[in-house]
T-cell receptor, first 115, second 109 residues
Framework: DVKVTQSSRYLVKRTGEKVFLECVQD?????MFWYRQDPGLGLRLIYF???????EKGDIPEGYSVSREKKERFSLILESASTNQTSMYLC??????????????FGDGTRLSIL | QKEVEQNSGPLSVPEGAIASLNCTYS??????FFWYRQYSGKSPELIMS????GDKEDGRFTAQLNKASQYVSLLIRDSQPSDSATYLC?????????FGDGTTLTVKP
C-alpha cells in the first residue's frame, strides 16, 4: 500500500512565523502535490512537483513556497503565516505523469491554525 | 463553469437503498476518473478508478463512465450508515487531477 506521511496532524503557529509542513511518500512516486481544503471551497491545489528540484504553481500559490530536494520528500513553506492560511493541508503523491493514469494518494492531513 | 461538477447535495438515503452520485467534467481530453471517499475530519481515500466507457464493479460500488456525455457516476448498493461521507470525483489529464467539490451522503438507519 502507498504510504504518504505528513509530519504533523495538528499544528498551531503565530502570525508572521515561517511554517514548514513536511510530507514523505514511500512508493518512489515522481509526482507530489500540496492542497488546502476549506469548508465550501473544496480541494485547492497550491503547488505540485513532477521531479526532484522541480516545482509548478497550482491555483493558489500566493504566500506559499515548496521544496523538493529528495524524491520522497515534498515540503510546503508558509513564508510569513497569516490567519487566512488557517486550513487543512493535504499532501498527495502519484506515479509519474508520462502516459500515466494513476490516482493520487493522500496523507492524513495537517490541520494548521494560525493565531 | 467548473471543470468538474458534482451533485450539490447533501444526499440522504435510507439504509439498504441505492445511493447515486453524479459528476460531469468539461475537458474532453480527460483520461482517467476516480472516486474518493472522505470522512469528516479525515483525508480523501481512493475507492474506485475507471478508465474506459462502461461500468466497473467492486463489491457494493459501481462506477459508470460515459466519455461522450462527459459523465461519470458512482452507485452504492445496499447503503450502510458507514457509507456516510463526502464523495469526491476526480478527473485526470496529463498527470494533474481536478477535483469536484464533493457530495455529502448520509445513510439513515
Amino acid at each position: 500500500d502507498v504510504k504518504v506521511t505528513q509530519s504533523s496532524r495538528y499544528l498551531v503557529k503565530r502570525t508572521g512565523e515561517k511554517v514548514f509542513l513536511e510530507c514523505v511518500q514511500d512508493m518512489d512516486h515522481e509526482n507530489m502535490f500540496w492542497y488546502r481544503q476549506d469548508p465550501g471551497l473544496g480541494l485547492r491545489l497550491i503547488y505540485f512537483s513532477y521531479d526532484v528540484k522541480m516545482k509548478e504553481k497550482g491555483d493558489i500559490p500566493e504566500g506559499y513556497s515548496v521544496s523538493r530536494e529528495k524524491k520522497e520528500r515534498f515540503s510546503l513553506i508558509l513564508e510569513s503565516a497569516s490567519t487566512n492560511q488557517t486550513s487543512m493541508y493535504l499532501c498527495a503523491s502519484a506515479r509519474d505523469r508520462v502516459g500515466s493514469n494513476q490516482p493520487q494518494h493522500f496523507g492524513d492531513g495537517t490541520r494548521l491554525s494560525i493565531l | 463553469q467548473k471543470e468538474v461538477e458534482q451533485n450539490s447535495g447533501p444526499l440522504s438515503v435510507p439504509e439498504g437503498a441505492i445511493a447515486s452520485l453524479n459528476c460531469t467534467y468539461s475537458d474532453r481530453g480527460s483520461q482517467s476518473f476516480f472516486w474518493y471517499r472522505q470522512y469528516s475530519g479525515k483525508s480523501p481515500e481512493l475507492i474506485m478508478s475507471i478508465y474506459s466507457n462502461g461500468d466497473k464493479e467492486d463489491g457494493r460500488f459501481t462506477a459508470q463512465l460515459n466519455k461522450a456525455s462527459q459523465y461519470v457516476s458512482l452507485l452504492i448498493r445496499d447503503s450502510q450508515p458507514s457509507d456516510s461521507a463526502t464523495y469526491l470525483c476526480a478527473v485526470l489529464n496529463a498527470g494533474k487531477s481536478t477535483f469536484g467539490d464533493g457530495t455529502t451522503l448520509t445513510v439513515k438507519p
